[in-house]
């Protein structure tokens, strides 16, 4: 069997939708998992409903019928004769996030950000796998948080690997007997109190990892607007290039330093059971594409990955100590405990340097924690960059009119963190 992901631009309007249905019919012609995200830009909409939501915004309702008129309006384009059951599940999703944004907030805001960020999932999914059925094209509709199972840390929640397979197994395996495509959505789980989670951004292509991983798929396919892997994001850097192939370290290595094509926590999972990635386009499906897979081959090509809206913090202790291990300890207990990934650290005799995203919600508080023991300044409104197989004409050429704040380099990466000009 095969796991196939496609997210949201792949699935952002009816026409797109339709495509999907036509690389399903041309190359799921053996059991196939269908992970699917959000649709388009949804993420980011549901985002705005739960800050509408949370901070007691007066656009709070408009937000929610934009969000509802988007779906309505993709169903009124796919299904030519009214599907009225589908109307009818769609419109039953959304009087429950209607019942759930007319509560008083009672909890935290990452949990009421994973009860309804997670609806995009949901929405997507069930008036996706209903089209297929109009079109003939058979598929059972699953929900993943009936077999992701996880911890309650919401936003980023660690999943229950040995639970989660075994209800993934127990789950799909039997309708294989009667379906060759299953359907279910990314990015999400759920907790033993059946409570939604999520497993952060982009996370849809962890989700299809694990599948893959669970299920002993031959391999797993993520549909991108891209060719495949590329040297850099075509929104920062013109002329780049496809990487044909990378071995599973080479991966772990760019997708930790921040390429977007693949979720970070996707490769470990199919590198432990040595299941091959592909990377293809769901534009121009018939391509090869990248393959990511067990090989020695070390890939030599430079490649830039270009974070931008990060934060510098400088960390420094009230009294003048050293940063040691006690102070570092402490540090790095803070920045666990509010689910704060570090992007590049460099620490001097008293002074701990560190970039991360800039995401306001995790920042005030780890600030304030911070604050309690040490002493704080940042830099807001800076970029990371990291360039692997790097020589120094290229790392001139890319800091030219900027202010380099912090660099590193190692033998084969280098990163700056830098600041425009004024």
């Known amino acids: 069997m095969q796991v196939f992901k496609f997210g949201g631009v792949s699935v952002k309007d009816a026409i797109s939708i339709k495509n999907v249905a036509n690389i399903l019919k041309n190359k799921a012609n053996e059991p196939t998992v269908v992970v699917i995200s959000a649709m388009g830009k949804m993420t980011n909409k549901l985002e705005e409903l739960v800050n509408a939501y949370y901070y007691k915004s007066n656009d709070l309702l408009l937000i929610f019928q934009e969000i509802k008129d988007y779906h309505l309006n993709i169903i009124n384009q796919l299904f030519v004769n009214k599907n009225l059951l589908i109307v009818d599940e769609i419109e039953n999703v959304f009087l429950e996030i209607l019942w759930a944004i007319e509560e008083e907030p009672s909890n935290s805001y990452s949990f009421y950000y994973d009860q309804l960020v997670s609806q995009g999932e949901i929405l997507s999914t069930k008036i996706i796998s209903a089209y297929f059925n109009e079109i003939i094209l058979s598929n059972k509709w699953i929900d993943a948080r009936g077999i992701i199972q996880t911890d309650n840390s919401y936003r980023e929640a660690n999943v229950d690997y040995l639970l989660s397979k075994e209800l993934t197994c127990n ?216 360039i692997r197989n790097y020589n120094q004409e290229t790392i001139t050429k890319l800091s030219e009119n900027k202010i380099i704040l912090i660099e590193q380099r190692s033998r084969n990466n280098y990163q700056m963190v830098i600041k425009e000009m004024e």
Request: a neutral charge; one cysteine or more.
């Open 171 to 386: 789950q799909i395996i039997p309708l294989l007997t009667n379906y060759n495509i299953i359907i279910t959505q990314g990015f999400i789980g759920g907790t033993s109190e059946n409570y939604t989670t999520t497993l952060g951004r982009e996370g849809s292509d962890y989700t299809a990892a694990l599948l893959a991983y669970f299920l002993d798929a031959k391999q797993i396919v993520i549909w991108k607007d891209v060719p495949g892997v590329l040297n850099a994001d075509p929104k920062y850097f013109k002329n780049t290039k496809k990487i044909d192939e990378l071995s599973y370290h080479d991966a772990i290595e760019l997708t930790y330093f921040g390429t977007s094509v693949i979720h970070p926590k996707t490769i470990k999972p199919l590198q432990n059971k040595n299941i091959p990635l592909f990377v293809r386009s769901f534009l121009k499906p018939d391509d090869i594409g990248t393959v990511i897979k067990n090989i020695n081959k070390r890939n030599t090509a430079t490649s830039y990955i270009f974070k931008t809206d990060q934060l510098l913090i400088s960390i420094q202790p009230k009294d003048f100590s050293f940063i040691a291990e006690e102070n570092l300890s402490l540090i790095f207990s803070v920045f666990s405990k509010n689910n704060v990934r570090v992007n590049m650290m460099q620490n001097s005799a008293i002074s701990f340097s560190v970039c991360i995203d800039n995401d306001k919600y995790k920042f005030d508080n780890l600030l304030l924690e911070l604050q309690t023991q040490f002493k704080v300044l940042y830099n807001d409104n800076v970029q990371l960059m990291t």
